[in-house]
């Protein structure tokens, strides 16, 4: 499964609307103090991939998948083999963004009221009071979501979907913004306990991280030999260059960002030809389609743009859509990949013009 392309550093003027694409009915219209605020907001966020590029070397397209989730109020399941940094990425932006960050080792011990906290008993006053957990945080690292047990996996929906913790029947709300990024080894299955489709289903975007090429590697090795160490990123000269409230700014900003009738449209028969496709077993849902349209409704504002256009939707769909589906067991057997079953999808539906 791809990720989408990151998107340019600069944030140039957006080009006009096109007639085609006239906004959804009852879209909010900002007032120009709050386009302003949203215009630098936009800035120092997109700012944040060049810092987090000071400590990590070639992820360029996790990093963007990891601001779009945060604009979207959504989460990110980042993919790939042990040794591309991971976790070094995930800290980085936590740095770049001036945010708390917390990273939670899953393993298979692990209960759920480790993560979201639980009662304990104060002697001094012979009453029960609430121990907060890790998940109360604005970042939480969930390393190796795989090797937990589906009970304490299962203890990160309700923060994932409600942005809140419920203990003993009182719920309590989790600082903003709140983003979950777990991670997981796709080569290593001994011990490990793969996430259900409904669990899958929470997380916004899932992204590959690959390999680097080799002139980043190259790069890599070289810092390293410079004396780089990925413990201490303040010695790489990684700074904050955003905040929480940017990415609250841009969050509001983004629900502004027009989606004409035929962009949603479009939307829908994507989804909807995933449904017919003879090699799925599980289609994109009613909330996939509505999570990839918030994705591209990010992607379109992290370009500089109000609007959405068909380009917006086919750059995010796999990164946003690919997890959300199974395929049928003889396609598994012919080795046909979903990836490849979600692009044929998506070119039988017409693009709108």
Known sequence: MTAPSTPPHS???????????????????????ADEFSTSARARLNAVRAEVGKAVVGQDTAVSGMLIALLCRGHILLEGVPGVAKTLLVRSVAAALDVDTTRVQF??????GDVTGSLIFDATASEFS????????????????????PKTQASLLEAMEEAQVSVDGVPRALPEPFLVAATQNPVEYEG?????????????LKVTLPIPPRDDEITVLARHAAGFDPHDLAAA????????????????AVRRVAVAPQIAAYIVDIARATRMSPSLSLGVSP??????????????????????????VQMMAQATLAHRLSLRPEAELEGVSVGAVLAAAIGSVPVPR
């Open 287 to 312: 909330r996939g389609a509505t999570a990839l349209l918030g994705t591209s409704r990010a992607w379109a504002w992290l370009n500089g743009r109000d609007f959405v256009t068909p380009d917006d």
């Open 192 to 204: 490990t306990y793969p996430l259900p489709e409904a669990q899958l289903d929470r997380f916004l």
């Open 11 to 33: 944030t140039s003027p957006a080009p006009p609307r096109p007639a085609s694409y006239p906004p959804v009915a009852g879209g909010k219209t900002a007032s120009p103090g």
């Open 130 to 149: 609430f121990r907060e957990g890790p998940v109360f945080t604005n970042l939480l690292l969930a390393d190796e979501i795989n090797r937990t047990p």
């Open 237 to 252: 000269g990684l700074r904050p260059v955003a905040s929480g409230s940017d990415v609250i700014a841009g969050a509001a």
């Open 107 to 112: 393993t298979p011990d692990l209960m759920p």
